[in-house]
């Protein structure tokens, strides 16, 4: 087992600095996961702990040994990737012992660890099977494999289930928990899907234009987003944020004036303060008297959840999250409530909780 220690970590190409100072750290057999929107910088961060890209600062540890100058061969990891990977011509077997026959292990126990992590992985079947002859999931199960005999210190997922249709991702996600928490690895997993973050990670790093947001167990973000992007970026559908200011009653958007019992002290002395105001699609319940008042304008019905979309008196757009069986019809107006401690407010101009 081990540990991965990030410490001020930066990547630049020439004058174009892409990681900014990123320091975090994945316990003895956790699960951290990467997540932020293409071109935050995640992947680079991800190359950099395997050894694919350089540091151009800061230092990158695994099991306390500073590794920035070790060949990646070196640094005892397994890198899964999304595009697999695996070597057309080869069956499922040779490609998962491969990199074993390269170090020149033992015969027998290369086939000890083949059969091994194909038989947590559901492929003792396929083993005389090309990749060509395989699924998209199952050649994801035969890259994991690969990884899984080397029987490494610490496994890299760069995006794995991209590539995979949106029932197969489902699935391979509970594979890929499964795996993990069997096999108590220590694992660093980068994703842009939020939902895939919030469903495998231990802990997870919220990355935005190349630093790091907020990390912490998924429900904590959830429920205490530090900064706008985090709230708009977990959650789905995403949390409404909108502009609204600091009232004597409360919180207000236009002419709208939401309570804020028991957070008095908040806006104590700042009426007229611009803030942003969050407000969770799940969070806002139907109710005949609530305070909320929107014109629905498009209803996505799921089945047991109504996601429902409407705008505010003022042209405020709005994201609920109804009941599937609640009776709605578009253009009408509904009433929607929602408990004060369920509304964020964040700085109007740094992004920052309040």
């Given amino acids: 087992m081990a540990t991965v220690?990030?410490?001020?970590?930066?990547?630049?190409?020439?004058?174009?600095?892409?990681?900014?100072?990123?320091?975090?750290?994945?316990?003895?057999?956790?699960?951290?996961?990467?997540?932020?929107?293409?071109g935050c910088g995640k992947s680079t961060l991800l190359r950099m702990v395997a050894g694919l890209e350089t540091v151009s600062a800061g230092t990158v540890a695994i099991d306390g040994r500073i590794v920035n100058g070790v060949e990646p061969k070196d640094r005892d990891i397994a890198m899964v990737f999304q595009n697999y990977a695996l070597y057309p011509h080869m069956s499922v077997y040779d490609n998962m012992a491969y990199g074993l026959k390269m170090r020149r292990m033992d015969r027998t126990l290369i086939k000890e660890r083949v059969d091994r992590a194909a038989g947590i992985l559901q492929l003792a079947e396929l083993l005389e099977r090309k990749p060509r002859q395989l699924s998209g999931g199952q050649r994801q199960r035969v890259a994991m494999g690969r990884a899984i005999v080397r029987d490494p210190k610490v496994f890299l997922f760069d995006e794995p289930l991209s590539n995979l249709d949106a029932k197969l991702r489902v699935q391979m996600r509970v594979d890929i928990k499964r795996l993990q928490q069997?096999?108590?690895?220590?694992?660093?997993?980068?994703?842009?899907?939020?939902?895939?973050?919030?469903?495998?990670?231990d802990r997870?790093?919220?990355?935005?234009?190349?630093?790091?947001?907020?990390?912490?167990?998924?429900?904590d973000l959830y429920e205490r987003p530090a900064t706008v992007f985090v709230a708009g970026f977990i959650g789905s559908p995403a949390m409404n944020l909108v502009a609204g200011r600091l009232d004597p009653g409360g919180v207000a958007i236009g002419a709208l004036v939401l309570a804020l019992d028991g957070q008095g002290g908040l806006i104590a002395g700042e009426p007229g303060r611009p803030v942003t105001i969050g407000l969770r699609p799940e969070n806002l319940h139907f109710a005949g008297d609530g305070p909320i008042r929107i014109r629905t304008e498009l209803l996505e019905r799921l089945g047991a959840d109504t996601i429902v979309h409407g705008r505010l008196d003022d042209g405020t757009a709005l994201t609920a999250r109804a009941p599937g069986a609640l009776a709605l019809?578009?253009?009408?107006?509904?009433?929607l409530g929602i408990a004060p401690e369920h509304i964020h407010l964040f700085d109007a101009d740094s992004g920052r909780r309040l």
């Fill in 329 to 335: 019809r578009l253009g009408e107006t509904v009433r």
């Fill in 182 to 201: 069997e096999l108590a690895t220590t694992s660093l997993y980068v994703t842009h899907d939020q939902v895939e973050a919030m469903t495998l990670a």
């Fill in 5 to 38: 220690t990030l410490d001020g970590v930066r990547k630049s190409y020439g004058t174009r600095e892409v990681v900014h100072g990123v320091s975090c750290a994945v316990g003895d057999g956790e699960l951290v996961v990467v997540v932020g929107p293409s």
């Fill in 204 to 219: 997870l790093v919220v990355m935005n234009a190349g630093t790091v947001d907020q990390i912490g167990p998924p429900l």
